[in-house]
């Protein structure tokens, strides 16, 4: 066993980090979550629209839509996938930044000022990026929304 191990930690150390981990966490998710929810529209609203089992003009009208205009489907899928993979992200390196910041509260008691400065550098790190993942999430899931509503306003009947 390492001298960390034996060390206790009082609560009141790290708690207020938990309490505002598990919000920006819950943020995240919440942004996974519509993400992921807006592929399963965009694809819904694909074979409703686009493909529908009624074979008419309606068909054809809406193939020729969908073909001068599937970049912005494309486009908007793309969007989707990246707001989930960054907001899947951010909750690893959230995770990941508190376990620094206790190990970095350790290596405080210990006197390991070297391990204490080299830890405080890592939570730094990846609180900035982080920030960055949420922010990039957001934007993506609103641009990746935008798009996929312009997409599918040019079906609705004129």
Same mark, same amino acid.
């Given at each position: 066993?390492?001298?960390?191990?034996?060390? *206790?930690?009082?609560?009141?150390?790290?708690?207020?980090?938990?309490? =505002?981990?598990?919000?920006?966490?819950?943020?995240? *998710? /919440?942004?996974?979550?519509?993400?992921?929810?807006?592929? #399963?529209?965009?694809? $819904?609203?694909? /074979?409703?629209?686009?493909?529908?089992?009624? *074979?008419?003009? $309606?068909?054809?009208?809406?193939?020729?839509?969908?073909?001068?205009?599937?970049?912005?489907?494309?486009?908007?899928?793309?969007?989707?996938?990246?707001?989930?993979?960054?907001?899947?992200?951010? =909750?690893?390196?959230?995770?990941?930044?508190?376990?620094?910041?206790?190990?970095?509260?350790?290596?405080?008691?210990?006197?390991?000022?070297? #391990?204490?400065? /080299? /830890?405080?550098?890592?939570?730094?790190?990846? $609180? *900035?990026?982080?920030?960055?993942?949420?922010?990039?999430?957001? =934007?993506?899931?609103?641009? #990746?929304?935008?798009?996929?509503?312009?997409?599918?306003?040019?079906?609705?009947?004129?």
């Amino acid at each position: 066993m390492s001298n960390l191990e034996n060390k *206790k930690l009082s609560s009141d150390l790290y708690n207020p980090d938990l309490a =505002i981990l598990e919000k920006y966490q819950a943020f995240s *998710k /919440e942004l996974t979550r519509i993400a992921l929810l807006c592929l #399963g529209i965009l694809g $819904f609203l694909l /074979e409703r629209i686009i493909f529908p089992s009624s *074979k008419d003009n $309606f068909l054809n009208k809406n193939l020729d839509i969908f073909k001068t205009s599937s970049c912005l489907l494309y486009f908007s899928i793309i969007l989707l996938i990246v707001s989930t993979a960054c907001s899947i992200f951010h =909750i690893y390196y959230s995770t990941d930044s508190l376990t620094h910041i206790v190990s970095m509260y350790r290596k405080k008691q210990d006197g390991n000022e070297y #391990g204490y400065n /080299e /830890e405080r550098h890592l939570r730094d790190f990846d $609180f *900035k990026l982080c920030s960055r993942l949420l922010f990039t999430s957001c =934007i993506s899931l609103i641009l #990746g929304i935008v798009l996929g509503v312009i997409f599918y306003a040019k079906f609705l009947p004129a």
